[in-house]
């Protein structure tokens, strides 16, 4: 079936440095979103990319979807303590209703 | 803002017995989804539910986990009777079907139910 992998499984930044987090689907997508939790929360989305080769801005966050559709990246500029928590990438392939996960990405930030 | 909403926020079991937990979508959602994740790991997908009927399920769902919408707002899933490894963070979610392209939708998620297994 379908696996979507992301690296680094974790970092720990110092604030102000950037943070990117990969991901890698085995099959092409249909879209891919993007989800923040905080500990002990549940998934936030963040956004939702469908173009490939899309480029999306929040502010500090710079989100791409690769041309193949089958890739993301996630970056944050200049992180702060808020930033702290597990970032997943999810995709939609196909017709398919479900949102396959990726493994996530747990960003520590210090002062 | 609209919110999926669960319940109960923490469900404490013993293994074999069977447990039910509640979702309330956003009202004017249509498609609606369980999620599991186990503590530390990703988020699993489980079931999807539209028109009163599963649409997809996952190899996780077996004939040990149903769902139904027995009224026109509550979305459940029961474990018939359940295992240590089923104690996970359960995450109902639901999406508002935009011109009928799932792909193009948001998944907005509860705050998730957390069984624990004993």
């Known amino acids: 079936g379908q696996q979507v992998m992301q690296i680094p499984q974790y970092q720990h930044v110092q604030e102000g440095e950037d943070f990117t987090t990969y991901c890698n689907s085995s099959?092409?997508?249909?879209?891919i979103q993007w989800y923040k939790q905080r500990p002990g929360g549940h998934p936030v989305f963040l956004i939702q990319l469908v173009k490939s080769g899309e480029v999306k801005k929040q502010k500090r966050l710079t989100f791409q979807f690769g041309e193949a559709k089958k890739n993301s990246s996630l970056h944050i500029t200049a992180t702060q303590t808020t930033d702290v928590g597990t970032y997943f990438c999810a995709g939609l392939s196909g017709t398919a209703s479900k949102l396959t996960f990726g493994t996530g990405t747990r960003l520590q930030v210090t002062l | 803002e609209p919110e999926v909403t669960q319940t109960p926020s923490h469900q404490v079991t013993q293994m074999g017995q069977e447990v039910i937990l509640r979702c309330v979508p956003i009202s004017n959602h249509l498609y609606f989804y369980w999620y599991r994740q186990i503590l530390g790991q990703k988020v699993e997908f489980l079931v999807s539910f539209y028109n009163n009927e599963i649409s997809e399920k996952s190899e996780i769902f077996d004939d040990q986990f149903s769902v139904e919408r027995p009224d026109g707002s509550n979305f459940t899933l029961k474990i018939r009777s359940t295992k240590l490894e089923d104690s996970a963070m359960y995450f109902c979610a639901s999406i508002f079907l935009l011109d009928g392209e799932l792909a193009k939708n948001i998944q907005y998620f509860g705050a998730g139910t957390r069984l624990s297994v004993l």
């Open positions: 099959t092409t997508l249909s879209n």
